[in-house]
């Protein structure tokens, strides 16, 4: 599973959350890829993927969260997109 966490330099809030997104994730699904994307080297792939605020992430290609969530959040829609996998 690909989790993407979109970002920019600079970013304090999505500096704050990566870390305990990151491990959150890793918590919940022991298969998730994590991926941080700076928007400003990646422009057309994020406008590509729906994003158009920041943090945003993005989960096997869908914009899930268009803005930061919590850990809990992150973990409850990893374990929703496949209950049987932990």
Request: glycine share 4%; proline share 6%; with cysteine.
């Amino acid at each position: 599973m690909k989790v993407e966490l979109f970002h920019a330099p600079g970013c304090e809030r999505c500096a704050a959350a990566r870390d305990d997104l990151k491990a959150a994730a890793t918590a919940a699904r022991s298969d998730v890829e994590w991926r941080e994307i700076n928007v400003l080297d990646e422009m057309d792939y994020a406008v590509e993927r729906g994003v158009l605020s920041l943090p945003a992430i993005v989960i096997d290609g869908e914009l899930v969260f268009s803005a930061l969530p919590s850990p809990r959040q992150l973990c409850s829609a990893l374990l929703r997109r496949a209950p049987t996998q932990r």
